[in-house]
């Protein structure tokens, strides 16, 4: 009796290990379904950029890829872009996390845009002031910071809420931060495309399915079509080419019908500096003014911005001081 059990317990024990294993894919099978595919867009997410992505907002946060991974040749880093952000490999060796790089931050200066920092407010539950940055966030922007990841996410605010002209010709209310850009529509907020702007164009092409590359790929050479396009529209400097300490023209349309519009010039290295005094819009909300450069001015590519102050409507009109 006791041997009888001994052999069911033996063929019992073979046939668990056959339902188990025969269960299980291949190592080879792995290895091939560890990337996932996505015909929209034609490109494979893949390793630890794939888990981060499904485990921290997937498709609602972050978009599609629009690239593969490749080694960026600014800094050696490993990256992927997607819609909405920039994935990072960060450390190496045994201590390597995935981090989502500051395309917020990246688009103002890719567009020579920069917002000045304003004065405190008190905290509630609907407002909040960050010290970091400068800035405010509030209502229905400061509802989905609060639910969809936060500071870890999306990082500071850049600006305040704006109105900005997208590609689409509308207008909107957005606020942008060191990881997004926010954008109203309607009562819902949504993320704007930053990552498929900034993506290198080499890196876009999509790739046909069942063949991901076997590694990260280099970055490759750039063309013109990586160039940012300037997403304001209706605005310019005149002369938009100028020595230090001369007398330029700012000419803008779009702004409310005698619109009081704040004016400031963002410089080359990242600061920013305000005129000190308004334009008003004309009746037909077109502004015409003259500013003046100073005599040592930083050489490079500036900008001067118009915010209209009832409007929030952004205008950004860039230009270059050579000698």
Same mark, same amino acid.
Request: hydrophobic letters at 25%; one cysteine or more.
């Given at each position: 009796m006791s041997q009888r059990r001994g052999r069911w317990t033996v063929a019992l024990t073979l046939l668990a290990l056959v339902l188990l294993f025969g269960a299980? &894919?291949?190592v080879a099978g792995q290895a091939q379904t560890s990337k996932v595919y996505f015909s929209q867009t034609g490109h494979y997410v893949g390793g630890a950029f794939r888990t981060f992505w499904e485990n921290r907002g997937s498709l609602a946060i972050f978009g599609f890829p629009v690239s593969?991974? +490749? =080694? %960026?040749?600014?800094? !050696? *880093?490993?990256v992927q872009y997607f819609e909405r952000a920039r994935f990072e490999q960060i450390g190496s060796g045994n201590t390597t996390f995935v981090g989502l790089g500051l395309i917020g931050t990246d688009y103002l200066r890719a567009r020579s845009l920069g917002f000045p920092r304003v004065a405190p407010v008190t905290n509630t539950s609907t407002q909040r002031y960050f010290p970091e940055t400068g800035h405010t966030l509030n209502g229905a922007f400061k509802r989905y910071w609060d639910g969809k990841g936060s500071l870890s996410i +999306? !990082? +500071?605010p850049l600006s305040e809420e704006i109105t900005e002209q997208l590609d689409d010709g509308r207008n909107y209310t957005v606020q942008y931060f060191e990881r997004a850009r926010f954008e109203l529509v309607g009562s819902q907020v949504r993320l704007g495309l930053l990552g498929s702007v900034l =993506? &290198?164009? %080499? *890196? *876009?092409?999509g790739l046909p399915p069942n063949s991901p &590359?076997? !590694?990260p790929l280099p970055e490759g050479a750039t063309s013109e079509c990586n160039a940012i396009p300037n997403a304001v529209a209706n605005g310019r400097v005149y002369p938009d080419v100028s020595v230090p300490g001369t007398v330029l023209g700012f000419e803008a349309r779009g702004y409310l019908p005698n619109e009081p519009v704040s004016l400031w010039l963002n410089l &080359?290295?990242?600061t920013t500096r305000g005129l000190p005094y308004q334009a008003i819009a004309g009746g037909d909300g077109y502004v015409l003014i003259g500013f003046r450069t100073e005599a040592n001015d930083l050489i490079g590519q500036w900008s001067l911005v118009g915010q209209g102050t009832q409007s929030g409507r952004v205008i950004l009109a860039p230009f270059r001081l050579q000698r």
């Open positions: 299980m &894919p291949p593969e991974e +490749f =080694v %960026q040749k600014s800094d !050696g *880093r490993l +999306f !990082g +500071f =993506v &290198p164009c %080499q *890196r *876009r092409p &590359p076997n !590694g &080359p290295n990242g």
